[in-house]
Structures are given as C-alpha cells and as structure tokens.
C-alpha cells in the first residue's frame, strides 16, 4: 500500500510546480485526500483538500488563490498545482489519503502518507 509523492524541486519565487501522488497496492478513488507540508523545524501543516468526488476543496489560507487541488480517479492520481509560488513555501510536502469521503484539515484523521517530496522557492 503505497502513495508516491513526485514533482517537487527548485524554482525560482514567482513560479510554478505540480505535484502529484499516485496510489498504489490498493483502490484510494473513494478516499478524501490531502496535501500537507512541514518545513525544517516546523510542525506538518495542512495546504489542501478534496472530497472522493472532486466536487469540494478547501485550502489553507496561506495557498488559497495561488494552489489548486485536483484529482483523477481513474488513475486514483491528485495532484497540486501550486502557482506565484513564494520562499516561504519551501517545505517537504506530503500526499495523504483517509478512509472517509470528505476533506478534512488534521493529519490525525489521515491513514495513509506519501514518503514527501521536497519543494524549495528560491528568492
């Protein structure tokens, strides 16, 4: 049972990146997933959001405008689109999936997580 994080790297402020999460070893398309990041020293906090469907997202205030979650279930893939991207959201970020319908903000109710994949904004 595996979710793998791909897509991070180096980019300049201003920016953009994709991420994406691919499952794999079991069915997460009736999941609600998530994105989470954890800067050095920092506690893992929420970015992003969405329901099994696709049809509700919610975002942390700091990313709201500028990222946009989505997903394929056919491929059981979401991704992150991250946009007007800032140093300070340099983070490793993590995928996670939760054996519930709907978006959820705590990483206590999440199951599942990707191994990360590191993002660096550059000044």
């Known amino acids: 049972v595996q979710l793998q994080a791909s897509g991070g790297g180096l980019v300049q402020a201003g920016g953009s990146l994709r991420l994406s999460c691919a499952a794999s070893?079991?069915?997460?398309?009736?999941?609600?997933k998530g994105w989470f990041r954890q800067a050095p020293g920092k506690e893992r906090e929420f970015v992003a959001a969405?329901?099994?469907?696709?049809?509700?997202?919610y975002y942390a205030d700091s990313v709201k405008g500028r990222f946009t979650i989505s997903r394929d279930n056919a491929n059981d893939t979401v991704y992150l689109q991250m946009s007007s991207l800032k140093p300070e959201d340099t983070a490793v970020y993590y995928c996670?999936?939760?054996?519930?319908?709907?978006?959820?903000?705590?990483?206590?109710?999440?199951?599942?997580w990707g191994q990360g994949t590191q993002v660096t904004v550059s000044s």
């Open positions: 996670a999936a939760r054996p519930n319908s709907q978006v959820a903000v705590f990483t206590e109710v999440y199951e599942y």
């Open positions: 070893g079991r069915a997460f398309s009736t999941y609600a």
């Open positions: 969405i329901s099994w469907s696709g049809g509700t997202t």
